[in-house]
């Protein structure tokens, strides 16, 4: 059975796949170039939008900004981790 978070993410992602990402003004580019300040920065931009979504659960565009936040923390810390693994490479040899 599936749980209400994989439910969400789901239904959240085709949605956004459905209605196409372009609607949202969230693809502005950050400040940071090195992927540990992006971090820092969606962090805090996402914090006020959920914030706002827990007084408001029924808010679908909210839900998708959040999301693609989401997104864009997963894909830099995906990032630090290959930047960690490069680092350590390069020093074992």
């Given at each position: 059975m599936?749980?209400?978070v994989?439910?969400?993410q789901?239904?959240l992602?085709?949605?956004?796949?459905?209605?196409?990402?372009?609607v949202?003004?969230?693809?502005?580019?950050?400040?940071?170039?090195?992927?540990?300040?992006?971090?820092?920065?969606?962090?805090?931009?996402?914090?006020?939008?959920?914030?706002?979504?827990?007084?408001?659960?029924?808010?679908?565009?909210?839900?998708?900004?959040?999301?693609?936040?989401d997104?864009?923390i997963?894909?830099?810390?995906?990032?630090?981790?290959?930047?960690?693994?490069?680092d350590?490479?390069?020093?074992?040899?």
């Amino acid at each position: 059975m599936e749980t209400t978070v994989r439910f969400w993410q789901r239904t959240l992602t085709e949605l956004a796949i459905l209605i196409g990402l372009t609607v949202f003004p969230i693809a502005t580019p950050l400040k940071g170039s090195m992927p540990e300040q992006k971090l820092e920065e969606l962090r805090a931009k996402r914090e006020p939008l959920f914030r706002r979504f827990a007084n408001n659960p029924n808010d679908v565009h909210l839900a998708l900004e959040i999301k693609f936040i989401d997104d864009q923390i997963a894909e830099c810390k995906h990032h630090i981790e290959l930047k960690k693994k490069a680092d350590l490479a390069l020093r074992g040899k």
